[in-house]
């Protein structure tokens, strides 16, 4: 807590320090409110009396925007004994149908002038995700000079908001989920981080990607799995569970560390394989008119963990099936992936299409614009290549 109140501190003075020669000199710290994250989602309440007698909103498609603010009085402020402790944020929401008219609005709202180039998340929420189109969405947040471009981009099932509201009041919602993406390079179950300037290139490519999926239960927040942005319409297609990400980490190379738990064949106790390096790469076959790809995965790893009660459990003969048992469940996990994003959402998220564009060009500019139909049915192989180098201490 002491950590995180300290950090936004410093950042108040920074930003104070960075703006006294301009415009805002007059301004004391008093006066900021830094927005450190945004969510938007499809409306929720109800706009201003003065919109609704207005007919141009009749049937309209309404945006709810919540900003998370930290200011003096959050950051700074100490409790009262005896009192409950005081949010270290607060959270304002407005209503309406356009980004930059509905965050002027929060003017009427908000006692201090708000700053936005320390914003660290935006969070969309499932419905607007699948009702209308990202790039629509985002435009404020991607012409806007003010919005930082390492900001993070969320997808969140059900409402966006919750995603900003947290039971433990000493902490940032904002700031927990950058910390909480810090961890993508310790596990295959969480994307690496996508941001603002990530997001631009991606929306233009009109390739389908995923995004990082939030969801929040009974106060708190978790990582989900990943939502599927089609490239045609660039809307929620559906979302990935968390084993099926797996999968996808292992496809796309992204699989720069984690676990992998298999099963020992004759005692069926578990054994964890810890990832220590990981190579993927996607190969496309053509033969006439039949487009076909072969997955070549290989890893380096070591047990760090086995429940096997064997005086062999580290003899070479243990370790060979113990690799075995490893390519055997990275291949289920790819194969899963696969089947629901080829079956199930017919959505190419992992580059097959970019790996037939760079190595059959003319190939590609025949399939291009039935691309996602064309991967729905090209055969896929996989071949996975285990090797445990490391023992453990236990092993000596």
């Not at 100490?78 to 309406?96: D, Q």
């Not at 190579?279 to 429940?307: D, Y």
């Amino acid at each position: 807590m002491k950590r995180i109140h300290c950090c936004v501190r410093l950042l108040l003075v920074a930003t104070v320090t960075l703006l006294l020669t301009g415009c805002w000199s007059s301004k004391e710290i008093e006066d900021l409110g830094l927005i450190v994250g945004t969510s938007l989602d499809l409306e929720t309440g109800d706009v201003s009396s003065e919109e609704q007698q207005d007919a141009r909103y009749a049937n309209r498609q309404l945006l709810t925007i919540t900003n998370q603010f930290v200011t003096s009085e959050t950051t700074v402020s100490g409790t009262k004994e005896g009192a409950l402790p005081e949010k270290a944020y607060k959270n304002v929401s407005e209503t309406g149908d356009a980004v930059l008219p509905t965050l002027r609005n929060m003017l009427l709202k908000v006692d201090k002038r708000s700053f936005a180039e320390h914003s660290k998340v935006i969070i969309i929420g499932e419905e607007l995700a699948s009702n209308i189109n990202l790039q629509q969405t985002l435009d404020f947040f991607l012409r806007e000079l003010e919005i930082r471009p390492s900001g993070l981009l969320f997808i969140a099932q059900d409402q966006a908001s919750q995603a900003l509201e947290t039971n433990e009041p000493t902490k940032i919602p904002a700031f927990q989920l950058v910390e909480m993406m810090e961890g993508h390079e310790r596990t295959t179950k969480i994307l690496p981080p996508m941001t603002v300037a990530k997001l631009e290139g991606k929306l233009y490519s009109d390739s389908s990607f995923l995004l990082q999926n939030v969801s929040t239960e009974n106060g708190e927040v978790k990582f989900a799995g990943a939502a599927i942005i089609e490239g045609k319409t660039k809307k929620l297609r559906g979302f990935l569970n968390e084993s099926d990400l797996e999968g996808i980490a292992w496809m796309s190379g992204d699989a720069k560390g984690g676990l992998v738990k298999g099963y020992d064949e004759k005692s069926g106790t578990p054994i964890v394989y810890e990832i220590i390096s990981a190579k993927s790469k996607i190969i496309p076959h053509v033969k006439g008119e039949q487009i076909s790809f072969t997955i070549k995965i290989q890893s380096e790893g070591r047990i760090a963990e086995h429940w096997v009660l064997s005086d062999k459990a580290f003899d070479n003969q243990f370790l060979k099936k113990a690799e075995k048992v490893f390519e055997k469940e990275i291949e289920r996990l790819v194969r899963k992936a696969l089947d629901k994003t080829q079956h199930e959402f017919q959505t190419d998220v992992s580059g097959f299409g970019n790996k037939l564009r760079i190595d059959y060009p003319k190939v590609w500019q025949k399939r291009k614009k039935e691309w996602d139909q064309t991967f729905s049915e090209v055969p896929i192989t996989c071949e996975v290549n285990v090797s445990i180098k490391d023992y453990g201490t236990s092993g000596d």
